[in-house]
C-alpha cells in the first residue's frame, strides 16, 4: 500500500468520525429542547444565571 492512500483513508474516517458525532449531538440537543421537564440553561432569559448549570 502507498502511503498517501493511507492518509487519505485516516483522514476521510476522522471526517466521518466527527460529522456522526455531530449529528448524534445534535439529535441529543433537540431531543432536549424539545422536553418541557428538562433543566433550563443559566443562559435562558426566564432562569437566574446564579442557579445550577443544566448540565452539571
Given at each position: ?6 492518509v487519505?483513508?485516516?483522514a ?17 440537543t ?5 422536553d418541557?421537564?428538562?433543566?433550563k ?16
Amino acid at each position: 500500500m502507498e502511503s498517501g492512500f493511507i492518509v487519505i483513508m485516516l483522514a476521510l474516517f476522522t471526517l466521518l468520525a466527527f460529522v456522526v458525532m455531530a449529528i448524534i449531538s445534535k439529535q441529543k440537543t433537540e431531543e432536549r429542547m424539545d422536553d418541557p421537564s428538562a433543566t433550563k440553561s443559566t443562559l435562558a432569559a426566564d432562569k437566574s444565571s446564579t442557579g445550577k448549570p443544566a448540565d452539571v
